[in-house]
């Protein structure tokens, strides 16, 4: 059974940080590409950030600069360091995994909130 469990969401003040993780379990980590989402109330959910199983890596534009992605295959763990936040940065962050050369997000985890306060 595949679980994406993300956790380090939290409550911060505008230009401060965070880092976000997410476990995987039940896939052999190193063939999936992983990849952070955000949804905003009243939002649709958006691409934040992308790594391919190789390593590249894939930022949306508002977020280059400010977001790193990256990801540990010992420990089948992707993170999401996220710095200079925003009140707009707030919303909920998913993980979601992918095998390569798949287009749609196979699996997803349930979510870790950030709130970004001004």
């Known amino acids: 059974q595949v679980q994406l469990v993300e956790s380090g969401g939290g409550l911060v003040q505008a230009g401060g940080s965070l880092r976000l993780s997410c476990a995987a379990s039940?896939?052999?980590?190193?063939?999936?590409?992983m990849g952070w989402h955000r949804q905003a109330p009243g939002k649709e959910r958006e691409l934040v950030a992308a790594?391919?199983?190789?390593?590249?890596?894939y930022y949306s534009d508002s977020r280059k600069g400010r977001f790193t992605i990256s990801r540990d295959n010992d420990k089948s763990i992707v993170y999401l360091q996220m710095n200079s936040l925003k009140p707009e940065d707030t919303a909920v962050y998913y993980c979601?995994?992918?095998?390569?050369?798949?287009?749609?997000?196979?699996?997803w985890g349930r979510g870790t909130q950030v709130t970004v306060s001004s």
């Open positions: 039940g896939v052999t980590f190193g063939r999936y590409g």
């Open positions: 979601a995994a992918r095998m390569t050369n798949i287009v749609r997000w196979q699996y």
């Open positions: 790594i391919s199983s190789g390593g590249s890596t």
